[in-house]
């Protein structure tokens, strides 16, 4: 299981075993908090990656 | 930061909106809540206002406008001479809205059922901040309160938090950064071995993200500059 997967599965695993609704509300922000950095690490890989291949600068 | 919350709500006992916006912030030392009535103490009212760094007009959207409540505050309290002229006592100070309405977001737009944009019906507020030199952030809007999932509800409560007491909170930098410090508190105070052991593995996740976020930016930071040069 990859690092984005398993780290999601356990902040789930926290939402669910929560009964408390204030608890529960900061570990979806956390929970949302990851999703975007995962977003934004492969964005950021994707531009990296296309910059390497525009064959204008090479 | 200190923060100071104005809310103008006639019903505020009956909002439920208003009950779960308190509940988050209800901890918070650096965040006043001030209800208003319509006995207004100027004197007081300015002590309030100086000793803030955010002020926040908190208030449902009635005909396109704060309630009367508010308008009076801003009448007696808001006065050219405090204000602006000579004194500028709210200058560098953020001014935040927070605004509920039972209108869904989409009838606010051009050709929709409410016409106009929130921004647009906001301006007013706008100009005020810019009257008195205040910073303007960008206003925070519920809408259709009662129609919100739990989760949607959980999400507007995070959000209220961060809108209230993050003085960062409208770059995603500053919502890692504060996701992260709320982590180690919680890390810290969690008393179950199992959950706190998951939290600190959660939390060395979030931050070898921060970590790696910021070394793919200067990457790209300097192949920008490479193909300008």
């Known amino acids: 299981m990859d690092t984005q997967k398993w780290v999601q599965q356990q902040v789930m695993t926290l939402i669910e075993n929560s009964l408390d609704f204030k608890e529960q509300a900061f570990y979806q922000a956390l929970q949302d908090t990851l999703t975007e950095q995962f977003k934004r690490i492969d964005q950021l890989q994707g531009e990296i990656d296309g910059r390497s291949w525009n064959t204008a600068n090479w | 930061m200190k923060t100071l919350v104005i809310v103008a709500h006639p019903k505020l006992a009956e909002s439920t909106t208003q009950q779960l916006l ?7 030392e650096n965040v006043t809540w001030h209800p208003l009535t319509e006995l207004i103490d100027v004197v007081q009212e300015r002590q309030l206002l100086r ?3 955010r002020i926040i007009f908190q208030f449902p959207l ?5 309630p009367a409540l508010l308008k009076q505050w801003q009448d007696k309290v808001l006065t050219t001479k405090f204000a602006t002229g000579s004194s500028f006592s709210l200058a560098h100070k953020e001014l935040g809205l927070v605004v509920s309405t039972g209108s869904a977001s989409k009838t606010f737009q051009p050709g ?3 016409q106009f944009t929130m921004a647009e019906i906001l301006r007013p507020y706008e100009a005020l901040a810019n009257k008195t030199h205040m910073k303007y952030l960008s206003p925070l809007v519920i809408y259709q309160f009662p129609y919100l999932t739990k989760i949607e ?3 507007l409560y995070a959000t209220y938090q961060q809108y209230a007491a993050n003085s960062k909170f409208d770059h995603f930098a500053g919502q890692e950064e504060w996701i992260n410090s709320q982590l180690k508190r919680k890390i810290n105070t969690t008393k179950k071995a199992a959950t706190q052991q998951s939290l600190q593995q959660i939390q060395a996740v979030l931050q070898s993200n921060e970590d790696t976020l910021a070394d793919l930016a200067m990457t790209v930071e300097m192949m920008k500059q490479d193909e300008d040069d």
Do not use: G, H, L, M
């Open chain 2, 153 to 155: 509800q959980q999400r």
């Open chain 2, 22 to 28: 308190k509940q988050s912030i209800a901890t918070y």
């Open chain 2, 51 to 53: 000793q803030a760094d």
């Open chain 2, 62 to 66: 009635y005909w396109y406008s704060a």
């Open chain 2, 112 to 114: 929709a059922a409410e």
